[in-house]
């Protein structure tokens, strides 16, 4: 298989047929099997939060922070849903893990399960591209083989939701069947589903699933783990991103003009070789808002 071709056909707008689509999930769940439920990774490196189908501007990422292999990434999951180009989005990544695996790390989000992506729309895109839902189940196994976190320098810890109160160490996350935990409850649930909030200890999250972790929770868990940072998504953040805790965890945002209706910018945070944080913003790009005129608004649930 050729993927500087298949590439080249998703940066021109189009998407890769079914077979082709077949293909490359197989080749991506080679890569994925061997990964590790903790990614280590090393700076220079960038991070980027949620993309939600959001294909142009995906490729507007890339301008602002830079191409792979040239520069590295970790992308904390949430690729599909709610956006126009899920398939697009899925497949302009999975061919870059195949393509360059060791330069782009791709973590599982909250949305990469069967049930959350038949409701909120890859499911329906799939079926109205393809004409059938077989690329959705190849693309539904590959989520299956996504890894939980990354550990950067082993100091900063990046993961699509937040911590959960059975896991104390990261070596607690290494012991994951990441393949056949629930999606609704458990640890693996919790790393997907939970976030930060002004309270003390745990309290179970209005989302129905995982919990809501206050600051003596992000210090234990950072004290315990030698860690300086947690770096984490799956909140909307207006600035496109957002300390808390004494900057002891970050939240980023990496899709502009979220749902064409939020007004942001998207932003990646960038880790230098001393850790430090910087962070670039991007507009939405302009081929995204010339490729969903006229397309019909699905109901999706923010």
Not at 58 to 64: A, D, N, V
Not at 252 to 258: I, K, L, Q, R
Request: proline fraction near 4%; include cysteine; charged fraction near 25%.
């Amino acid at each position: 298989m050729d993927i500087d071709k298949q590439l080249e056909i998703l940066r021109n707008g189009r998407y890769l047929n079914e077979r082709d689509t077949h293909t490359i999930c197989e080749y991506a769940k080679e890569i994925l099997i061997e990964e590790p439920n903790v990614i280590l990774a090393t700076t220079p490196i960038i991070v980027c939060g949620d993309i939600h189908g959001q294909f142009f501007d995906l490729l507007e990422l890339f301008k602002q922070g830079g191409q792979i292999p040239e520069k590295r990434y970790i992308f904390n999951g949430n690729y599909v849903d709610k956006g126009y180009h899920s398939v697009e989005t899925f497949q302009y990544l999975l061919c870059l893990k195949i393509k360059y695996p060791k330069q782009i790390i791709l973590l599982k989000g909250n949305h990469e399960s069967r049930q959350m992506s038949q409701f909120y729309g890859f499911y329906d895109e799939v079926k109205r591209k393809f004409g059938n839902a077989y690329p959705w189940q190849y693309c539904c196994e590959v989520f299956e083989y996504l890894p939980l976190c990354a550990l950067v320098d082993q100091k900063v810890f990046s993961v699509h939701g937040g911590l959960s109160p059975q896991i104390k160490r990261i070596d607690d996350i290494r012991t994951i069947d990441r393949r056949n935990e629930k999606l609704y409850e458990g640890p693996m649930c919790d790393l997907l589903w939970s976030d930060p909030d002004c309270i003390e200890g745990w309290v179970e999250s209005n989302r129905g699933a995982g919990y809501c972790f206050g600051k003596s929770v992000v210090d234990e868990f950072n004290y315990r783990n030698d860690l300086i940072l947690i770096s984490r998504s799956h909140q909307f953040i207006l600035e496109g991103y957002r300390y808390e805790f004494q900057k002891k965890l970050v939240t980023v945002w990496s899709a502009p003009n979220f749902r064409q209706i939020c007004g942001n910018k998207g932003c990646l945070m960038i880790l230098d070789q001393n850790l430090e944080q910087h962070f670039e913003f991007f507009e939405q790009s302009i081929d995204s808002l010339e490729w969903i005129v006229g397309i019909k608004v699905l109901p999706y649930i923010l």
